[in-house]
């Protein structure tokens, strides 16, 4: 067993995958991926790690970030039923440290590159301004990071199930639709995975029109294919509705420093994204559409933004909304 060196355990925990890496003397190994539904437990999926990769080392300490609220340590996923919980008794480990997943993704903005974005319009970022990160993927989850000269802050949330509003007839058509489902329609219900679903189904009802029954990803390739003009439909809304909602979370951050989408949807829809509406619906917000229109907008493109937020916490202290990381 190797006790001269530190390794800490690295880990993005969402609804659908997870992905761990280990984090040894500042250097992060390869990222594995796992699917949730493999495993019952979030425990065996650690297991499943640190059996295969973790053999020959000691790992102390564990560091995740959770698509979900986090509560004393506490964490059940809100789109999965694993419980992410008394890590410390199961695995011996000396620490552990649990996170909502955009509050690390937060992180990572100061430290991405410009080849790591792809811009969707707006002006220049304003120096030192809050930078707000939103993101569909399972969920919808949103963050915000604050620069500051002797520690920044970041604002976690769960904006992502704040009402979702309507701004033109065919939306209200949309979300009256879906109010009789869910009752209350949030943002993730229409700006998600499961929120393009609903959108199609939405779109298919309200039009009149036949089409096959789809999940997110199908929708998507008939939608890009241009063999489906309801799930062309569906896709355009939900460019729409993300455009809508992302400058709601500019104006309520300040965010002049930048508006970042992530998750594991944008990015495979950067050039879709960027000929939508989506910016237009960003700077349509009445007397403050110059405020919106000077604000960068950008889609995050590097494959693993959440370790490098995850890093940063590792290698130094940093403030954080609920007090101070050590």
Not at 135 to 151: D, H, N
């Amino acid at each position: 067993m190797d006790f001269s060196h530190e390794h800490r355990l690295l880990g993005d925990i969402g609804a659908t995958n997870v992905r761990f890496a280990l984090l040894s003397n500042g250097v992060l190994g390869p990222i594995k991926w796992f699917t949730v539904a493999e495993f019952p437990r979030f425990t065996d999926a650690v297991n499943a790690f640190l059996d295969y990769h973790c053999r020959q080392v000691s790992v102390r300490e564990a560091l995740l970030a959770v698509a979900g609220p986090v509560n004393n340590d506490r964490c059940v996923l809100t789109n999965s039923a694993w419980a992410i919980d008394e890590l410390c008794a199961a695995f011996s480990f000396a620490k552990v440290h649990i996170l909502n997943d955009f509050e690390a993704t937060a992180l990572s903005l100061p430290l991405l590159a410009a080849s790591d974005l792809y811009p969707v319009g707006g002006g220049e970022a304003a120096l030192g301004a809050p930078m707000a990160v939103l993101g569909p993927g399972t969920g919808l989850g949103v963050a915000c990071f604050v620069p500051g000269s002797q520690a920044s802050i970041v604002i976690a949330s769960e904006g992502g199930h704040a009402t979702m509003a309507a701004t033109s007839e065919r939306e209200d058509a949309i979300i009256d639709y879906l109010r009789r489902e869910f009752s209350h329609v949030s943002a993730e219900r229409v700006i998600s995975g499961s929120g393009l679903e609903n959108l199609y189904r939405a779109v298919i009802t309200i039009d009149g029109n036949e089409a096959p029954k789809r999940n997110a990803a199908e929708i998507t390739n008939a939608a890009l294919d241009g063999t489906c003009p309801t799930a062309r439909a569906a896709l355009d809304l939900f460019c729409t509705m993300l455009g809508t909602f992302a400058g709601n979370v500019a104006l309520m951050f300040g965010a002049r420093g930048g508006v970042f989408i992530a998750g594991g949807i944008a990015p495979r829809l950067t050039e879709y994204i960027a000929r939508s509406e989506f910016r237009a619906r960003f700077e349509h917000k009445g007397r403050f559409r110059q405020y919106l229109a000077s604000i960068p907008s950008s889609i995050i493109v590097h494959p693993a933004a959440t370790f490098l937020g995850l890093r940063s916490i590792a290698e130094r202290p940093i403030a954080v909304a609920m007090g101070k990381l050590t």
